[in-house]
């Protein structure tokens, strides 16, 4: 299983961006998907998962400016960032579990003026 994240980058404070996640080596399709990211000193969190059929579910610190979405087609999941704060600095991560835990390589993802 191979995961390819992009997408990261610099953005100012209320601006947005759209992380992608490409998958291969899965049943894209049978698999839950997810989005983590890990800030400086803290630990790696969930931001946003979305299960095999369609089912999303947010941290509460993103609810409402964030939106995971998948393209099972093109065996894609994607994160779209919108109302950005500084808080959400953070390497990103895709993530799936097929018997063990697979990531993504990460994308960093900048909010600053």
């Known amino acids: 299983v191979q995961l390819q994240a992009s997408g990261g980058g610099l953005v100012q404070p209320g601006g947005s961006l759209r992380l992608s996640c490409a998958a291969s080596?899965?049943?894209?399709?049978?698999?839950?998907m997810g989005w983590y990211r890990q800030a400086p000193g803290k630990q790696r969190e969930l931001v946003a998962s979305?299960?095999?059929?369609?089912?999303?579910n947010y941290a509460g610190s993103v609810k409402g400016r964030f939106t995971i979405s998948r393209d099972n087609g093109r065996k894609m999941v994607s994160l779209q960032m919108n109302s950005l704060k500084p808080e959400d600095t953070a390497i990103y991560y895709c993530?799936?579990?097929?018997?063990?835990?697979?990531w993504g390589q990460g994308t960093l993802v900048t909010v600053s003026s």
């Open positions: 979305i299960t095999s059929g369609g089912v999303r």
């Open positions: 993530y799936t579990r097929l018997q063990r835990d697979y």
């Open positions: 080596g899965l049943i894209f399709r049978l698999n839950d």
